[in-house]
């Protein structure tokens, strides 16, 4: 592909490259190290120099990455070129398409809207799109967003990006700002089809809700939803398309919320001191961090032992509907939960409850693992690791590349002869492990001593521009002064240069 002249300018790379640094992609792990690249003094100018002439888009890395229940999502991993210049072009037109609002608050807002209207919905419908991402037409998508902005060069410099990136002519990469933004004006399509037709729909991103008056209409309306989808190329999520009475739709999204105050205010209660004085009645009220902590702590306990019991082999111990719903809310929960405790004293609980989400909620292994590296209690989490490592738990890849990183810095981990050096040494060995994966452990695998100079040099040949910084990070790290075949990538491409002399810095 080639970028038309004066479409990019140091300035629009400069502002991408930060808005890369601040973005937070939920299910990539994070490498404060590597990330700090991108705000290097030189950068915007060595992505300029990357972008000129033609070139070819390095194809995103896939990982498989696990959802809720038993999905799997692909996330791809782009080269820092291809992911500066993907953000550049996007942000030329924010005045127009502006960044969705993904927080919290909004997809709370967006749950409770329908319950909002003067008059309460009869039935409220609720879909969203099947591997929404993965099915956005580039033809469609290039229509929408020159209709908006005119700007026909960039346009055609994104699709020509995207068609290199994806290797098709359909999907976007998942897990990047610049996706979001076009997945938003893409849906839109199906939302303004909807509008026209009368219908009172509320959108977060490729959930929508539907408020209607009668059962017809709600069947009416999911086929009007299936039938805007299906013009865009897409698909509704069948599992997932559900018709609720209005009172149930309230009770549902109100679930978690309600079961949370319930456990904040019993633990208000045992944390609440009496003082009674021969003049007086003195009340002390806990702290608001008390109050969370223990309400977090409540979460995580009554997860674990409702999740335990469903996990039991005895027949006696199958849980109830109504102990059904409240692992599904509690579940719900942990997010919350594990963010809270996070830096917090550590617990032989807390550590056995990260082993069973480990194993049976692994879409939060995120969590997990960025708990895990702010442990307060190194003996107690190594030993609890190895103890579960020991019962030959099945761990995706996609967990080795949160989970390894995080527990580098913890006193003790992967020494000689422990169950965790052994299985990070199977990660490494692996030949069918994702590029990514390989790349985001390699530092660890270095600093532990799994593998020398020579063989992350095999290692660092052997991949993409999107691998190579980390790899030559690590290299960096262990290579001695004097190592003629670590030292010529001092020479090699500028960012390779900059994370080498970081590994080095690192050491």
């Known amino acids: ?51 000129m002439g033609e070139f070819v888009p390095i194809p995103g890395q896939i990982v498989t990455v696990r959802k809720s229940g038993h999905g799997v999502r692909p996330v791809a991993e782009l080269s820092v070129r291809d992911r500066v210049l993907y953000r550049s072009l996007v942000r030329r037109w924010t005045d127009v398409l502006p960044k969705p609002d993904r927080s919290s608050g909004a997809y709370e807002k967006f749950l409770q809207a329908p319950l909002g209207l003067i008059s309460p919905p009869q039935y409220v419908v609720s879909s969203d799109v099947t591997a929404c991402y993965e099915y956005i037409d580039h033809g469609i998508l290039a229509r929408e967003v020159l209709a908006r902005t005119g700007d026909a060069d960039a346009v055609e410099a994104l699709t020509d990006l995207l068609a290199g990136l994806m290797g098709r002519s359909f999907g976007l990469p998942q897990q990047s700002e610049s996706s979001d933004v076009l997945a938003d004006a893409y849906l839109s399509i199906v939302e303004r089809r909807l509008l026209r037709q009368g219908l009172t729909v509320w959108r977060y991103n490729d959930d929508f809700r539907i408020a209607v008056d009668s059962w017809s209409a709600a069947l009416n309306a999911v086929d009007a939803l299936e039938r805007a989808c299906r013009d865009v190329g897409l698909a509704l999520n069948d599992l997932k398309t559900v018709i609720r009475k209005g009172g149930t739709y309230k009770a549902v999204s109100s679930r978690r919320e309600e079961m949370l105050r319930e456990i904040s205010e019993e633990v208000e209660v045992d944390l609440t001191e009496v003082v009674i004085t021969p003049y007086d009645l003195i009340i002390i009220e806990p702290a608001e961090d008390d109050v969370a902590d223990g309400a977090a702590r409540n979460v995580v ?55 069973q989400i480990l194993r049976t909620e692994q879409n939060l292994t995120p969590l997990v693992a960025k708990y895990l590296g702010k442990t307060t209690d190194a003996v107690a989490t190594i030993a609890w690791f ?85 790899v030559a990070r690590a290299i960096g790290a262990i290579a001695p002064a004097d190592d003629t075949a670590a030292a010529t990538l001092l020479v090699e491409d500028d960012w390779i240069k900059w994370a080498f002399e970081l590994g080095r810095k690192d050491a």
């Not at 001593?449 to 992350?456: F, I, M, S, T």
């Open 301 to 355: 306990a009554e997860w674990l032992g409702l999740q335990e019991k469903m996990l039991s082999p005895s027949p006696e111990q199958t849980l109830t509907q109504k102990e059904q719903e409240k692992r599904l809310a509690l579940t719900d929960l942990l997010r919350w939960a594990l963010s809270v405790l996070r830096g917090k004293e550590t617990d032989e609980q807390l550590l056995t409850a990260c082993g």
């Open 1 to 51: 592909m080639r970028i038309a002249p004066g479409l990019l300018t140091v300035e629009l790379l400069d502002d991408a490259l930060q808005c890369e640094f601040w973005a937070s992609r939920g299910l990539i792990p994070e490498d404060p190290g590597m990330e700090g690249l991108l705000i290097h003094a030189g950068a915007a100018d060595w992505a300029r120099r990357r972008s």
């Open 386 to 470: 190895e103890d579960f490592l020991n019962e030959n738990p099945y761990l995706t890849p996609w967990q080795a590349w949160w989970v390894a990183p995080a527990l580098r810095a913890v006193d003790g981990s992967y020494a000689e002869g422990s169950s965790q050096r052994r299985w990070l040494e199977s990660v490494w060995g692996n030949p069918s492990c994702p590029e990514p994966v390989i790349a985001g452990i390699a530092f660890t695998v270095a600093q532990k001593g799994l593998a020398d100079v020579k063989g992350l040099m095999q290692v660092y040949e052997s991949m993409t521009d999107t691998g190579r910084p980390f």
